[in-house]
């Protein structure tokens, strides 16, 4: 690895260390959900109904881990900011693991 | 930007995922052939960063939330192919791990995010920056760059969903999937992005590319070609 590219390393290591501020500001100025991605809760309050189709597609998928948070709808806030900095490790890991196992997959296929 | 399940239906989401897959097609044969392997540990960074980038989401007070992507400085950097690839990667993982964007959506998000936004920003950097090396004009460019490509991801996401009642409405006239028209839809998702998300795009991309550029010059692929 250059040095360069471990610096790099560093500041993506900082990164995740800081992206609680992405849950922790929307908190604090009340900023709610991201347009069109709310659950079938929050689209009741909305419009007074779910759209059926949308029912029927919501739970086509259960996550490991929904909203990058282990703990849960009601979790702490602390238990939140942790699950937040572990899911960006995680990401991390796994994209890094991806790209590696996809790239050497084609070029193996080169030789 | 990330279309949940159920927002969008099958007469969407079916043709998005071709669209993406053809373009997934293409990115990895891009990449078998021209990506020289030094780039590989760069590829897995820039996942990496697009990853957390959408991490921080941005508030609006009272409003909604919102968050860069990375798309524009990745293509820049890596190549416009490259990125498909590396946002792709990101995407899956938040569907598939963390919910965050629907299975059903992840070809339309793909292409949202992984296809449109990496070529518009690089095609705009190309463009803005003429043969600029250095400079307002290349900063700009690359300002410009992260910030149109962003807004135009976002517009076409308010397409996606603002086409949803026209396709698929009920017996009794409501809509199956995404509720709001056209006319809601495509302004809430531009004026967003270009208010406020489509900045902080701009910004990360011109300081990452300013950071590159005098660290590791040789390596930006937008500076290579012709």
């Given at each position: 690895m250059t040095r360069f590219q471990k610096k790099l390393w560093i500041g993506l290591a900082i990164m995740a260390l800081l992206t609680p501020l992405g849950i922790y500001l929307p908190d604090r100025f009340k900023s709610?959900?991201?347009?069109?991605?709310?659950?079938t809760d929050k689209i009741r309050g909305l419009l007074g109904y779910v759209p059926e189709g949308l029912k029927k597609l919501a739970d086509f998928w259960k996550a490991p881990v929904p909203d990058y948070n282990?703990?849960?709808?009601?979790?702490a806030f602390s238990t939140q900011v942790i699950s937040y900095i572990i899911s960006g490790m995680i990401g991390i890991a796994a994209a890094v693991l991806l790209i590696y196992l996809i790239t050497k997959f084609l070029v193996k296929h080169e030789k | 930007m990330h279309i949940p399940d159920g927002y969008l239906s099958p007469q969407t989401f079916v043709p998005l995922y071709g669209v993406s897959f053809v373009f997934w097609a293409i990115a990895l044969k891009k990449i078998k052939q021209e990506?020289?392997?030094?780039y590989i540990p760069y590829l897995a960074m820039a996942a990496a960063f697009s990853f957390l980038i959408m991490m921080f989401n941005v508030p609006i007070p009272g409003g909604t939330t919102g968050h860069a992507v990375g798309g524009g400085i990745i293509a820049i950097l890596l190549g416009p192919w490259a990125a498909v690839l590396a946002v792709s990667v990101v995407l899956i993982i938040q569907a598939i791990v963390f919910g965050d964007g629907g299975i059903t959506a992840m070809g339309a998000n793909c292409f949202n995010m992984a296809v449109v936004m990496p070529f518009v920003s690089y095609w705009v950097f190309k463009l803005v920056k003429?043969?600029?090396?250095?400079?307002a004009r290349f900063y700009i460019a690359a300002f410009l760059a992260g910030y149109i490509g962003l807004s135009v991801a976002a517009i076409l996401t308010g397409f996606e969903f603002g086409i949803q009642p026209m396709i698929a409405s009920g017996p009794d006239g409501?809509?199956?999937?995404?509720?709001?028209?056209l006319s809601i839809a495509v302004p809430v998702m531009a004026i967003e992005h270009m208010l406020v998300f489509g900045i902080v795009e701009g910004m990360v991309t011109a300081l990452i590319l300013k950071y590159f550029v005098k660290?590791?010059?040789?390596?930006?692929y937008a500076m290579k070609e012709a």
């Amino acid at each position: 690895m250059t040095r360069f590219q471990k610096k790099l390393w560093i500041g993506l290591a900082i990164m995740a260390l800081l992206t609680p501020l992405g849950i922790y500001l929307p908190d604090r100025f009340k900023s709610g959900d991201a347009w069109g991605e709310w659950g079938t809760d929050k689209i009741r309050g909305l419009l007074g109904y779910v759209p059926e189709g949308l029912k029927k597609l919501a739970d086509f998928w259960k996550a490991p881990v929904p909203d990058y948070n282990f703990g849960g709808e009601n979790a702490a806030f602390s238990t939140q900011v942790i699950s937040y900095i572990i899911s960006g490790m995680i990401g991390i890991a796994a994209a890094v693991l991806l790209i590696y196992l996809i790239t050497k997959f084609l070029v193996k296929h080169e030789k | 930007m990330h279309i949940p399940d159920g927002y969008l239906s099958p007469q969407t989401f079916v043709p998005l995922y071709g669209v993406s897959f053809v373009f997934w097609a293409i990115a990895l044969k891009k990449i078998k052939q021209e990506l020289p392997a030094k780039y590989i540990p760069y590829l897995a960074m820039a996942a990496a960063f697009s990853f957390l980038i959408m991490m921080f989401n941005v508030p609006i007070p009272g409003g909604t939330t919102g968050h860069a992507v990375g798309g524009g400085i990745i293509a820049i950097l890596l190549g416009p192919w490259a990125a498909v690839l590396a946002v792709s990667v990101v995407l899956i993982i938040q569907a598939i791990v963390f919910g965050d964007g629907g299975i059903t959506a992840m070809g339309a998000n793909c292409f949202n995010m992984a296809v449109v936004m990496p070529f518009v920003s690089y095609w705009v950097f190309k463009l803005v920056k003429g043969n600029a090396k250095g400079g307002a004009r290349f900063y700009i460019a690359a300002f410009l760059a992260g910030y149109i490509g962003l807004s135009v991801a976002a517009i076409l996401t308010g397409f996606e969903f603002g086409i949803q009642p026209m396709i698929a409405s009920g017996p009794d006239g409501r809509p199956l999937y995404a509720p709001y028209p056209l006319s809601i839809a495509v302004p809430v998702m531009a004026i967003e992005h270009m208010l406020v998300f489509g900045i902080v795009e701009g910004m990360v991309t011109a300081l990452i590319l300013k950071y590159f550029v005098k660290h590791e010059a040789e390596l930006v692929y937008a500076m290579k070609e012709a």
